[in-house]
C-alpha cells in the first residue's frame, strides 16, 4: 500500500471510519476546549488561523454530522473514546447524541472571480454571500442525507418573526430548503461560469438577486433519527478563506461578524490573509483594525493554532498526539502490521554508537591541549571527571566521548570563574571557583551539540525529537517520519531489522529538511530563506562556545519587544517577510518572553531550519538583537 505518512487524511480518507481511525482529540482539547468552556465557541464568529498543514480541516471535519454519528456508532471502543469525551467537551455531542451540524464549505473554488465582475462592490458581495449560503445550506442536507436519515426527516426552526425570509429560504421542510438553495446556486453559478459576465441589467432578481438570507432565518435544525427527534446547532464552516481577495474577505468578515445571526460560524484561514500587523502583534489589541461599531475581543474568537502561551503544555500535547497518529498510520502499512509492529517509537532506536577510535583520540588530544593551556592541575580534572561521572550514570549516554566533552565545557567554565592572574601565576596550584562547576543538564546538552558539529556525533534521533521537529505542525511531522517510515519498510523488505539506527534517523531527518527547505515556493520564499541563514550561522557560532554558555545553544533572535511592535509602521518589507515565514513554518513567533528584566519577542527557527543548521530543539536560547540586524541580514537598507 502507499506509505499512508505522505499523504495528508483529509486528501485519501473518504470513509468516516477511515477518518476517525486516525484522528486524535490531543488538538481539541488544545485549541478548541478552553474556548468552547467559556461560550465563545458557538454564539459569534470564530477564525481559526494556522499553517498549511496544522489540521483545520481535519478538526473541521469532526462536526459534521455523518462523522459525529458513526464516532457514537462505534462508541464503547477504546480507540474513539478520548475522542468521544472531548467532543462532548467541545460541545459537539451531548448526553451521547450530535449537538451540532457541521456544513463545511472550501473557498478554493470560483469565490474570487467575483471579484473581477463589472459589477458595483455591493452587488459583488451580495452575489457571494447568497452563493455562500446556498452551499452551506446543501452541505448541511447533504451530511444528513450521508448518515441515512431522508429529507423528509428533517425541518428547522425559525427565528420569531421571519415570515417572509422564511418563504424566501424555501420554508421549514428539508425538501423545500433543498429546492431552494438548488435554485440559488445555479443562477449565480451561471454567472460565475459565463465566459462573458451577464449585463447588470439581465441578472434574474428572482434568481440570483434574489433575498435569500437562510443565516438570518434558521436557529436550530429538528432531525428525526430512528426513535430520537434530534434538535441540532447549525454550524457554517468556511475553509480555505485565505483564496479569497484582501477586499472581499473583509466583506465576508464584516457580514459574518454580525451579533444577530443564531448559525455558528468558523472560518479557517492561513496566516496569510492577514495583514503583517495582524500576525506579528497577535497579542495585542489595535483599536484601528476593528470595524466600525465592532469589537473583536468581544464578539469575535481566534483560535492560533500556532505555538504560543503555554508552550512546554503545547509541545507535550503536540507530542501525544503525533505519536498516536503515527502509530495508527503505522497500522494502516500491512508490512508492519504481519509483524505486529504498532509503534513507531520503537522503530527509533535512541541508542548511539561510539564514534570512530581516530575521532576519539582527537578528542582526547583536545582535552589534553586545555589542561595544559589553562594550568589545569590534575587534581582539579580528578575532580570535574568524577562530577561527570555522577551526572552520566543513569542517563543512557555514559561514553567516552560524551566525559570529554563534558569535561572540555567544565574546563572553560572552570577558567571562567577563577581570577586570571591567579591561574597564570600560581603555575601546578589549584584555585577555587567564584561559583561551583555542575555538570547539569545544560553542560550536557551542550556536549551533544558539540559533538554534532565537531566529530558527527549524531543529535536528531527519537521519537520525541521527531515530534518536537513537526513545529507543532501536523503535515510537516508527517513528511519527516514518513522517510523514516519508508527506510524502515525497505529495511523489513530486505529481511533486516526494522530499527534505524540514530546515526541513520539523524542522517534522514537532515536530508529531507533540506529538500522541505529547497521546495518552498511562497512568496519571499528567498528572503526567509536568506533571514533563517542568518540566524542561523549566527547561532552555530554562540552555540559552540567553549563554555556552553546557553547549554544546547541558540536557535532564535530576540528583539526588544517594544521595538519588535513597531516593525510593521518602520519596517513594512521585513514585516511581510516574517510574515510569510511564520505562516509556512520557517519562523516560530514567541511575544512576551520575559529575560533580564525586560520583554522579547524572539523569532524562533522552524523544525526544518533547525535539523539543517544543526540547532538544539531546547527552547529559550536566543541572542539579543535589533530591527536593525534583521535587516542587515536581508541587505535592505535601513529606514
Given at each position: 500500500?502507499?506509505?499512508?505518512?505522505?499523504?495528508?487524511?483529509?486528501?485519501?480518507?473518504?470513509?468516516?471510519?477511515?477518518?476517525?481511525?486516525?484522528?486524535?482529540?490531543?488538538?481539541?482539547?488544545?485549541?478548541?476546549?478552553?474556548?468552547?468552556?467559556?461560550?465563545?465557541l458557538?454564539?459569534?464568529?470564530?477564525?481559526?488561523?494556522?499553517?498549511?498543514g496544522?489540521g483545520?480541516?481535519?478538526?473541521a471535519?469532526?462536526?459534521?454530522?455523518?462523522?459525529?454519528?458513526?464516532?457514537?456508532?462505534?462508541?464503547?471502543?477504546?480507540?474513539?473514546?478520548?475522542?468521544?469525551?472531548?467532543?462532548?467537551?467541545?460541545?459537539?455531542?451531548?448526553?451521547?447524541?450530535?449537538?451540532?451540524?457541521?456544513?463545511?464549505?472550501?473557498?478554493?473554488?470560483?469565490?474570487?472571480?467575483?471579484?473581477?465582475?463589472?459589477?458595483?462592490?455591493?452587488?459583488?458581495?451580495?452575489?457571494?454571500?447568497?452563493?455562500?449560503?446556498?452551499?452551506?445550506v446543501?452541505a448541511?442536507?447533504?451530511?444528513?442525507?450521508?448518515?441515512?436519515?431522508?429529507?423528509?426527516?428533517?425541518?428547522?426552526?425559525?427565528?420569531?418573526?421571519?415570515?417572509?425570509?422564511?418563504?424566501?429560504?424555501?420554508?421549514?421542510?428539508?425538501?423545500?430548503?433543498?429546492?431552494?438553495?438548488?435554485?440559488?446556486?445555479?443562477?449565480?453559478?451561471?454567472?460565475?461560469?459565463?465566459?462573458?459576465?451577464?449585463?447588470?441589467?439581465?441578472?434574474?432578481?428572482?434568481?440570483?438577486?434574489?433575498?435569500?438570507?437562510?443565516?438570518?432565518?434558521?436557529?436550530?435544525f429538528?432531525?428525526?433519527?430512528?426513535?430520537?427527534?434530534?434538535?441540532?446547532?447549525?454550524?457554517?464552516?468556511?475553509?480555505?478563506?485565505?483564496?479569497?481577495?484582501?477586499?472581499?474577505?473583509?466583506?465576508?468578515?464584516?457580514?459574518?461578524?454580525?451579533?444577530?445571526?443564531?448559525?455558528?460560524?468558523?472560518?479557517?484561514?492561513?496566516?496569510?490573509?492577514?495583514?503583517?500587523?495582524?500576525?506579528?502583534?497577535?497579542?495585542?489589541?489595535?483599536?484601528?483594525?476593528?470595524?466600525?461599531?465592532?469589537?473583536?475581543?468581544?464578539?469575535?474568537?481566534?483560535?492560533?493554532?500556532?505555538?504560543?502561551?503555554?508552550?512546554?503544555?503545547?509541545?507535550?500535547?503536540?507530542?501525544?498526539?503525533?505519536?498516536?497518529m503515527?502509530?495508527?498510520?503505522?497500522?494502516?502499512?500491512?508490512?508492519?502490521?504481519?509483524?505486529?509492529?504498532?509503534?513507531?517509537?520503537?522503530?527509533?532506536?535512541?541508542?548511539?554508537?561510539?564514534?570512530?577510535?581516530?575521532?576519539?583520540?582527537?578528542?582526547?588530544?583536545?582535552?589534553?591541549?586545555?589542561?595544559?593551556?589553562?594550568?589545569?592541575?590534575?587534581?582539579?580534572?580528578?575532580?570535574?571527571?568524577?562530577?561527570?561521572?555522577?551526572?552520566?550514570?543513569?542517563?543512557?549516554?555514559?561514553?567516552?566521548?560524551?566525559?570529554?566533552?563534558?569535561?572540555?565545557?567544565?574546563?572553560?567554565?572552570?577558567?571562567?570563574?577563577?581570577?586570571?592572574?591567579?591561574?597564570f601565576?600560581?603555575?601546578?596550584?589549584?584555585?577555587?571557583?567564584?561559583?561551583?562547576?555542575?555538570?547539569?543538564?545544560?553542560v550536557?546538552?551542550?556536549?551533544?551539540?558539540?559533538?554534532?558539529?565537531?566529530?558527527?556525533?549524531?543529535?536528531?534521533?527519537?521519537?520525541d525529537?521527531?515530534?518536537?521537529?513537526?513545529?507543532?505542525?501536523?503535515?510537516?511531522?508527517?513528511?519527516?517520519?514518513?522517510?523514516?517510515?519508508?527506510?524502515?519498510?525497505?529495511?523489513?523488505?530486505?529481511?533486516?531489522?526494522?530499527?534505524?539506527?540514530?546515526?541513520?534517523?539523524?542522517?534522514?531527518?537532515?536530508?529531507?529538511?533540506?529538500?522541505?527547505?529547497?521546495?518552498?515556493?511562497?512568496?519571499?520564499?528567498?528572503?526567509?530563506?536568506?533571514?533563517?541563514?542568518?540566524?542561523?550561522?549566527?547561532?552555530?557560532?554562540?552555540?559552540?562556545?567553549?563554555?556552553?554558555?546557553?547549554?544546547?545553544?541558540?536557535?532564535?533572535?530576540?528583539?526588544p519587544?517594544?521595538?519588535?511592535?513597531e516593525?510593521?509602521?518602520?519596517?513594512?518589507?521585513?514585516?511581510?517577510?516574517?510574515?510569510?515565514?511564520?505562516?509556512?513554518?520557517?519562523?516560530?513567533?514567541?511575544?512576551?518572553?520575559?529575560?533580564?528584566?525586560?520583554?522579547?519577542?524572539?523569532?524562533?527557527?522552524?523544525?526544518?531550519?533547525?535539523?539543517?543548521?544543526?540547532?538544539?530543539?531546547?527552547?529559550?536560547?536566543?541572542?539579543?538583537?535589533?530591527?536593525?540586524?534583521?535587516?542587515?541580514?536581508?541587505?535592505?537598507?535601513?529606514?
Open positions: 500500500m502507499v506509505n499512508p505518512f505522505e499523504k495528508r487524511a483529509t486528501e485519501y480518507l473518504r470513509d468516516d471510519e477511515a477518518f476517525l481511525a486516525v484522528v486524535t482529540p490531543e488538538p481539541l482539547a488544545t485549541f478548541f476546549q478552553k474556548h468552547a468552556e467559556q461560550g465563545k458557538y454564539d459569534r464568529l470564530t477564525t481559526i488561523v494556522g499553517t498549511p496544522s483545520k480541516t481535519t478538526l471535519r469532526l462536526f459534521q454530522y455523518s462523522t459525529l454519528r458513526t464516532l457514537l456508532r462505534n462508541g464503547g471502543q477504546d480507540l474513539y473514546d478520548d475522542l468521544i469525551d472531548t467532543l462532548g467537551t467541545c460541545g459537539a455531542i451531548h448526553e451521547g447524541i450530535p449537538a451540532v451540524i457541521g456544513g463545511r464549505v472550501p473557498l478554493e473554488a470560483e469565490y474570487r472571480e467575483f471579484w473581477e465582475f463589472p459589477y458595483p462592490e455591493e452587488l459583488k458581495s451580495a452575489l457571494m454571500i447568497a452563493l455562500l449560503q446556498a452551499r452551506t446543501l448541511w442536507l447533504r451530511n444528513v442525507q450521508t448518515s441515512g436519515v431522508r429529507l423528509d426527516n428533517v425541518e428547522i426552526t425559525a427565528r420569531p418573526d421571519t415570515e417572509a425570509a422564511l418563504t424566501a429560504i424555501g420554508g421549514t421542510s428539508g425538501q423545500g430548503l433543498l429546492a431552494r438553495a438548488r435554485e440559488i446556486e445555479l443562477a449565480i453559478y451561471n454567472i460565475s461560469a459565463a465566459l462573458v459576465p451577464p449585463d447588470l441589467n439581465d441578472i434574474d432578481h428572482d434568481g440570483a438577486a434574489a433575498a435569500y438570507r437562510p443565516f438570518d432565518v434558521i436557529e436550530a429538528k432531525v428525526k433519527d430512528g426513535n430520537r427527534v434530534l434538535a441540532l446547532k447549525p454550524l457554517a464552516i468556511f475553509d480555505d478563506a485565505h483564496s479569497l481577495h484582501p477586499a472581499q474577505f473583509s466583506s465576508f468578515h464584516r457580514w459574518l461578524s454580525r451579533r444577530e445571526m443564531r448559525v455558528s460560524r468558523w472560518v479557517l484561514t492561513r496566516l496569510d490573509a492577514l495583514s503583517p500587523s495582524d500576525v506579528l502583534l497577535e497579542e495585542s489589541e489595535d483599536p484601528q483594525s476593528d470595524d466600525p461599531g465592532l469589537k473583536k475581543s468581544r464578539e469575535t474568537t481566534t483560535i492560533w493554532m500556532q505555538s504560543g502561551g503555554d508552550r512546554a503544555n503545547q509541545r507535550r500535547a503536540f507530542r501525544k498526539m503525533a505519536k498516536g503515527a502509530n495508527r498510520y503505522l497500522a494502516q502499512m500491512e508490512i508492519f502490521r504481519r509483524k505486529g509492529l504498532r509503534d513507531l517509537g520503537n522503530l527509533l532506536a535512541v541508542q548511539v554508537d561510539p564514534i570512530a577510535l581516530s575521532k576519539q583520540d582527537k578528542l582526547i588530544d583536545q582535552v589534553d591541549a586545555l589542561q595544559r593551556r589553562y594550568n589545569i592541575t590534575f587534581e582539579r580534572r580528578a575532580m570535574l571527571e568524577e562530577e561527570i561521572a555522577n551526572a552520566l550514570r543513569d542517563s543512557g549516554e555514559d561514553c567516552q566521548e560524551m566525559r570529554l566533552a563534558m569535561l572540555a565545557i567544565l574546563i572553560h567554565r572552570y577558567v571562567n570563574r577563577v581570577p586570571q592572574h591567579g591561574l601565576e600560581d603555575e601546578g596550584q589549584d584555585v577555587e571557583p567564584s561559583r561551583p562547576l555542575v555538570a547539569d543538564d545544560k550536557f546538552e551542550g556536549a551533544k551539540i558539540h559533538l554534532m558539529h565537531r566529530q558527527d556525533r549524531p543529535y536528531f534521533y527519537g521519537i525529537l521527531l515530534c518536537d521537529a513537526g513545529s507543532e505542525n501536523a503535515e510537516q511531522f508527517l513528511q519527516l517520519a514518513s522517510r523514516l517510515v519508508a527506510q524502515s519498510e525497505t529495511q523489513v523488505i530486505r529481511s533486516k531489522s526494522p530499527s534505524l539506527a540514530a546515526a541513520k534517523q539523524h542522517s534522514l531527518l537532515r536530508e529531507r529538511a533540506a529538500e522541505m527547505i529547497r521546495e518552498w515556493d511562497f512568496p519571499h520564499h528567498q528572503q526567509v530563506r536568506k533571514l533563517c541563514h542568518g540566524i542561523a550561522i549566527a547561532c552555530i557560532k554562540k552555540s559552540l562556545e567553549g563554555n556552553a554558555s546557553l547549554g544546547g545553544g541558540a536557535n532564535a533572535f530576540g528583539i519587544q517594544d521595538e519588535f511592535f516593525i510593521p509602521r518602520t519596517h513594512p518589507e521585513l514585516a511581510r517577510i516574517l510574515k510569510f515565514g511564520i505562516a509556512y513554518n520557517a519562523f516560530v513567533l514567541v511575544p512576551n518572553h520575559g529575560t533580564k528584566k525586560k520583554l522579547w519577542v524572539l523569532i524562533e527557527l522552524g523544525g526544518a531550519p533547525l535539523l539543517h543548521h544543526r540547532l538544539t530543539f531546547k527552547r529559550g536560547g536566543f541572542l539579543e538583537r535589533r530591527t536593525s540586524d534583521l535587516v542587515r541580514i536581508l541587505g535592505e537598507a535601513q529606514k
